[in-house]
């Protein structure tokens, strides 16, 4: 890595409002301590509003604009691959957002490095969603970001249809489907839905309350308990038929 690359990470890592110790950076940057405790006098110099001291950590002072952001090819690579996934499986205003953020990144990108904004080494399948589940993720999404209810009328893989209130916590991408992780009024437990499923859905005006055992990191470590318990039960079948 280049010094100059290695300063800006630097700005970048103590942006993040908390203490960075130099041990932390130099493990993360792959250099010793003592080049990052000259590379920290070397931007207090040149202006930088770094805060802390060493043995105790570093941050950068509240406020403090970081200069405009520089890319790599890889990371280049890695934007237009997200960018690429929000328009083809994304809803309208996402892929909206997609071609604005590529915009411009293109408009401050040197001449040198605009061909890896079009390269086409990594490849999204043009098979996008069905219109309806589009407005349907489009609609998901504005209820999670406003956190309020939505009416639900779901149908399972045997479509049968239930009708439900839910609190929206989350949306997954699994590559070829979306789903919703949100707290199921109906169940009184966290559920999770297809939304290429959801048959209609009304977004309420109701807010949901931010609840104990509710909220996003409750849903996520019961998904994650409920993985393991499905894998042991995957690795009990396997060597019952073996």
């Known amino acids: 890595m280049r010094p100059a690359d290695r300063l800006f990470q630097i700005v970048l890592m103590l942006g993040r409002g908390r203490v960075v110790t130099a041990r932390m950076l130099a493990e993360r940057l792959e250099v010793s301590e003592r080049t990052i405790y000259r590379d920290i006098q070397d931007l207090v110099a040149s202006g930088v509003p770094i805060e802390g001291e060493a043995g105790v950590g570093y941050i950068l002072r509240r406020g403090y604009q970081v200069p405009p952001l520089m890319f790599n090819e890889e990371e280049l690579q890695a934007l237009v691959f997200g960018a690429d996934v929000a328009r ?94 949100a707290w199921c009024e109906l169940r009184q437990a966290f559920r999770t839905f297809r939304i290429d499923r959801i048959h209609s ?30 894998r042991q039960d995957g690795q009990r079948d396997r060597r019952a038929v073996s």
């Open 88 to 181: 083809t499986w994304g809803d309208a205003e996402m892929a909206k957002a997609a071609d604005s953020i590529l915009a411009k990144v293109d408009a401050v990108l040197p001449e040198r490095l605009r061909p890896a904004l079009d390269t086409h080494r990594l490849v999204v399948p043009d098979t996008e969603m069905s219109e309806r589940a589009t407005a349907m993720l489009g609609e998901v999404r504005d209820g999670i970001n406003r956190q309020v209810r939505l009416f639900l009328d779901y149908r399972d893989v045997s479509g049968v249809s239930t009708e439900r209130i839910v609190w929206p916590l989350t949306l997954l991408y699994w590559g070829k489907s979306w789903t919703l992780g």
């Open 201 to 230: 859905l009304n977004v309420l005006s109701s807010r949901f309350p931010d609840e104990p055992g509710k909220r996003l990191e409750d849903y996520l470590v019961c998904a994650a308990e409920r993985g393991d318990r499905d």
